[in-house]
């Protein structure tokens, strides 16, 4: 009987590398190859502190694993190519492991059929009488076609690849016969950003990878999006909306073609966008980005605009053949993004980055959300279209039509009706739900599948815009461009959203309804699912995946991770590497600062933090640190508002002029897009302020960022970019936080499930608490895993805040910790000591200041040492 290939033989050097490896970087990477070599079913967690060269370690690690592996199994030609190197049973008869049947989406392909519970019917073909009343002959374009449903057995057809106008690898055309072979097995890398993907191509162009290794990097529209018409949209969903409609909107040429694999088919198709119509100038896109080798989503987009045209779609072509695919989470994460991209994850290793908070990414994902007045638009949307169409539709479609109008009124219903006005905001079960609103009859499985073949969205929405249009003057494009996110094809969407995800287990997540207050406040009433099984989520990937890799600078305690993403595999089957950082001892400074200036105690939590004194003793610290700190300070506050709060006070009492005598100040702004900005114009006064440093005077900037906030996560603050961390206070999370408090729960019955052996029993505990308790009350409750949470959010982010700032071996900076809470040492409470979770590599160099003349001491040495080194 034929056997797998074996796996690559352990391996200690790495040619690709650049430079000589440190030692840290040989055990990560000689730790990798074995990792993936252990499969299939690998999982390994490696921690591996920012700046010490992990991009550039599983790049070279995971990329001579694949290699080898194919030398390996060319090495085996007994082994049949449509096997799945070592997956296969060996008691597994040789007739079912020599069965391979084609891929869905190629089958589907190839054959184009026409799903049977879709056919054009007279009604369909302007039936007499329809276009009366003044009625234009081109509202036939939003009538349905009729809609016979034979059961929930064809739920699944057509899923797989999204078609597009143009080439395509699911669309019709020559190409299709051309089409490559699926390469397996593949490497997916994916991060959290489309500038870590960046940096992450960056780093696999210093290698020689970079033009053996075929690579692929996935973006969205947004990003890769040529069109300047549709760019000028600005937000992501209008230019997803735009693109989508632009495709819709294709022309048929008509023309039919004998060959030998069809009897006739569609030869050419003329696509909405400009940037789609041209096969050829696709072809020489893929050809182009090919010859090029790695490439990034910026070098992707100049491609296509150099040669006209799309590389959104241009780059998803690509997937089939490619080695290495670079990918945003949500493409590989998301279940429904897998499918449309063609995502073929059999015998692949799937490495995800940043992932130190992969539970709530995945969890995020699937949550739903829709209000009052999308739901009102969503109604008079369907309302209208009923009235006008009723006569032509077939029964299926009035059938389907009239049943989401019975489900958009119950939820509007039960935001509307707050009778006694006590209680604005309740949570519960996807069952109760159902049974509340007397919904429970109804079959959504068949109105998602009805909703997703029949094309309604579009239909629908269409015919809204042009009753808007007609009213108000404006044409359909302008009025999508001012309605944005509230669009009719946004609002509808989110409302197909809520109810696929009412298909969920009962037990997967939990329902928030906020009614609208009696007051008469702004805040709008919206129903939310809020999905808490990452377990459901993550498995689907390993389920697939040949090994799984999560990497991060901080992933520990991995046994919250394991307990949320894989509760059944036992601990010892996770493979974890962590590792110490590659800078000296001597290069970092941790200090816990327990005083200010004056004397004062430093407590930031809730209660304290807001007291003018305290404001005001911190802005005394901040004007004597920045006379002894050079270049750039980096400080962090737990919210925005917080931020705010301080600023002003400080503005009034005179601080904010002090510090600009040292420090020109910057702001991190709420708008993402302007973050951009003001990072470069902090960094130019930093390099400005070091080339002409005169002693006295300014000396450097300083930069007010938030916890949680585009600069926390992804942005690097090396060498003068960051000399210097502040960190004020402990950053917890709001308990007033639903959400927060509903995962806390949910965390605190799977932890307790685990010790006591009884799912369904604790798995009830929380079902029949409808009405939210306080946040406090819970925590309070929580025994073990709930608080646990709790205090691993706060101190993750403050990992992930002050790890900015050493980014090689030769930076240096201090990370100062503003609040005496810091100072504590661990004890019996059942809160544990902040700094336990520290990383290793800070928590044995940090120090405990008992005044502030300590905290300017230790500095001034710091910086004065390190200067004379570097």
Wanted: net charge neutral.
């Amino acid at each position: 009987m034929p056997t797998p290939p074996p796996p690559p033989p352990p391996r200690k050097d790495f040619p690709a590398f650049p430079f000589p490896p440190y030692p840290i970087q040989s055990e990560f990477m000689s730790f990798l190859y074995g990792a993936l070599s252990s499969g299939p079913g690998a999982l390994a967690l490696l921690e591996s502190p920012t700046g010490t060269g992990k991009t550039l370690s599983i790049i070279c690690s995971a990329l001579q694993w694949l290699l080898d592996r194919r030398d390996a199994a060319a090495a085996a030609p007994a082994y049949p190519s449509g096997g799945s190197g070592g997956v296969e049973d060996d008691d597994e008869p040789d007739w079912m492991r020599n069965f391979a049947p084609l891929p869905p989406e190629k089958e589907i392909t190839k054959r184009k059929p026409k799903p049977p519970v879709m056919r054009k019917s007279a009604g369909s073909r302007r039936p007499d009488g329809f276009g009366e009343e003044g009625a234009g002959d081109d509202e036939g374009e939003f009538l349905l076609e009729d809609y016979e449903s034979d059961g929930e057995d064809g739920a699944r057809r057509g899923a797989g690849k999204r078609a597009h106008c143009g080439n395509s690898s699911s669309s019709e055309g020559e190409e299709l016969d051309e089409e490559e072979e699926e390469v397996t097995p593949k490497v997916y890398f994916t991060s959290r950003t489309h500038s870590q993907l960046s940096q992450f191509v960056g780093e696999l162009k210093r290698t020689e990878f970079a033009g053996s290794i075929r690579t692929v990097c996935l973006g969205s529209r947004k990003n890769l999006c040529v069109n300047k018409d549709v760019l000028k949209l600005g937000s992501a969903n209008r230019i997803n909306e735009r693109c989508l409609e632009l495709q819709k909107n294709k022309k048929s040429s008509k023309v039919k073609i004998e060959d030998d694999k069809r009897k006739s088919r569609q030869a050419k198709n003329s696509c909405g966008c400009p940037m789609l119509r041209n096969r050829s100038l696709q072809k020489e896109f893929r050809s182009e980005v090919s010859n090029q080798g790695a490439l990034d989503i910026e070098d992707l987009t100049h491609i296509g605009k150099k040669i006209g045209t799309c590389p959104y779609y241009g780059s998803r072509d690509m997937v089939r053949s490619a080695d290495l695919v670079v990918l945003p989470y949500q493409s590989l994460l998301l279940k429904s993004a897998r499918e449309s991209l063609g995502l073929n994850l059999k015998d692949s290793v799937v490495i995800i980055d940043e992932a130190h908070n992969l539970a709530d990414s995945l969890t995020n994902m699937y949550n739903s959300k829709i209000t009052s007045s999308q739901l009102k638009a969503v109604l008079s949307h369907l309302d209208a279209y009923l009235d006008r169409f009723h006569n032509v539709l077939g029964a299926g479609n009035r059938r389907y039509i009239q049943t989401l109008t019975v489900l958009t009124r119950s939820f509007l219903r039960v935001l509307i009706n707050n009778q006694d006005g006590a209680s604005t905001m309740s949570s519960m079960t996807i069952n109760q739900f159902l049974f509340a609103l007397d919904i429970d009859n109804i079959n959504i499985v068949k109105l998602c599948q009805y909703v997703k073949e029949s094309n309604i969205i579009h239909k629908v929405s269409g015919y809204a815009n042009r009753i808007a249009s007609t009213q108000d003057g404006v044409n359909q494009f302008d009025l999508q461009q001012e309605h944005g996110e509230g669009s009719s094809i946004a609002c509808f969407q989110a409302l197909v959203d809520f109810l696929r995800s009412l298909l969920n287990g009962n037990d997967d997540g939990r329902i928030i309804v906020a009614k609208q207050k009696l007051n008469g406040q702004s805040e709008e009433a919206y129903v939310k699912f809020v999905m808490l099984c990452a377990e459901k989520i993550f498995s689907e990937v390993t389920r697939d995946a040949y090994a799984v890799i999560l990497a991060g600078g901080t992933l520990q305690p991995i046994e919250e991770t394991r307990l949320r993403l894989c509760p059944s595999l036992p601990p010892t089957d996770i493979k974890f590497f962590t590792c110490n950082h590659i800078v000296p001892p001597e290069s970092i400074l941790p200090i816990a600062v327990t005083r200010g200036p004056s004397g004062m105690t430093f407590d930031f939590s809730y209660n304290s933090r807001s007291s003018p004194s305290m404001i005001e003793e911190l802005g005394r610290f901040i004007c004597n640190i920045v006379t002894v700190v050079p270049e750039g300070v980096v400080m962090f506050f737990s919210s925005y508002d917080y931020e705010r709060r301080a600023y002003d006070a400080w503005t009034t009492a005179g601080i904010i002029s002090k510090i600009c005598k040292k420090k020109h100040i910057f702001r991190e702004p709420r708008n993402s897009a302007d973050v951009e900005s003001v990072l470069n114009k902090y960094k130019e006064t930093v390099q400005s302020c070091s080339k002409n440093c005169q002693g006295q005077g300014v000396n450097g900037a300083l930069l007010l960022a938030v916890v949680g906030g585009k600069i926390s996560e992804g942005i690097n603050f090396s060498d003068g970019m960051g000399r210097c961390v502040i960190m004020v206070g402990l950053p917890y999370p709001s308990p007033s936080d639903v959400e927060l408090i509903e995962t806390i729960k949910h965390i605190e019955t799977i932890s307790s499930s685990v010790l006591v052996g009884d799912d369904k029993a604790s798995g009830r505990k929380y079902d029949d608490e409808c009405e939210l308790q306080p946040g406090y009350d819970i925590l309070r409750k929580c025994t073990k895993g709930g608080r646990e949470y709790y205090e691993n959010l706060c101190m993750k982010a403050v990992n992930q805040s002050i790890g900015r700032a050493i980014r090689h071996i030769n930076d240096y900076a201090a990370m100062l910790l503003v609040d005496s809470r810091y100072a504590q040492v661990s004890s019996n409470k059942s809160f544990s000591c902040p700094t336990d979770k520290l990383p290793q590599w800070i928590k044995a160099r940090l120090s405990s200041a008992q005044n502030y003349g300590e905290v300017h001491r230790l500095l001034h040495q710091f910086f004065k040492l390190n200067k004379q080194k570097h």
